[in-house]
């Protein structure tokens, strides 16, 4: 059997959702306009699909598992497995309105006019704070509706917020974050389920890869006991005697995330040589 993944066909997810298939060791020709393709050394068979689809294709069972982003999730209300974040795809559906607009609060809303292709999400949000607007769905170029008069404020995806600045508007309230997850069918078979938990093991160690780097220093012995209380590592720092005598080297895994920090301090506490390394799989 092959577990069949939708992916999006040609936007914002589907690059990455390649790339972090094609880190997992497995290689799906795309491309060509294709609308399926099986991989070549795993069993999986992926379908291209607009990303609106793939909830109701893995809904259905017509694809077993996909890749999609919480905010088409959200927005549709499907009963799907939600099986993990992948760390891409990061952006917020935002409420943004005319730069120029003294907006103090959720309430200047009240009877305005909003243009989205969210209105499930933003229906509910506004119910939450008792507002009663106008939502206008409109199903692409929302940012351009408050310039052509169409609506007073938009509700729309914003990930640097750049869109949104060169059409004269500004954000004012976050309604949800999202990222991409990767999504199953909850009735996925014990054969099916058997693969999707090779493929998730996988991707558990492409992201925790991504998240961490492999740092190599030399340092003076008698510095090894500041330095090794800096550095976390998996389980504790590797610790190697270097040719010259009184020195060693110590290797260690570090977080992206304190990355800077943990280089600063230790820089201080006597490091030299300092190298990182990026990790490209990481089974813990
Ligand atoms: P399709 O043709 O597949 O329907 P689309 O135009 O609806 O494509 P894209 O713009 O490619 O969709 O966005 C796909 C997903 O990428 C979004 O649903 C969202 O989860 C994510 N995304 C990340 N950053 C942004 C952003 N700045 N704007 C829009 N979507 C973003
Ligand atoms: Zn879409």
Known sequence: MKLKIAIQKSGRLSEDSLKLLKECGIDIAAGGGKLRTEASNFPLEAYFLRDDDIPKYVQDGVADIGIVGENVLLEQGNQLTVVQPLGFGKCRLSLAVAKGYDYQSVYDLQGKKIATSYPNILRRFLQKSDVQAHIHEISGSVEIAPGIGLADAICDLVSSGSTLFSNGLKEVEKVMVSEAVLVANPLLGIEGKKILDKLVFRINAVLKSRKNKYILLNAPNEKLESICAVLPGMKSPTIVP???????????????????QIIDSLQAAGAEGILVVPIEKMIV
């Open 242 to 260: 270097l040719a010259m005598s009184g020195w060693s080297s110590v290797h260690s895994v570090v977080q992206e995330d304190d990355f800077w």
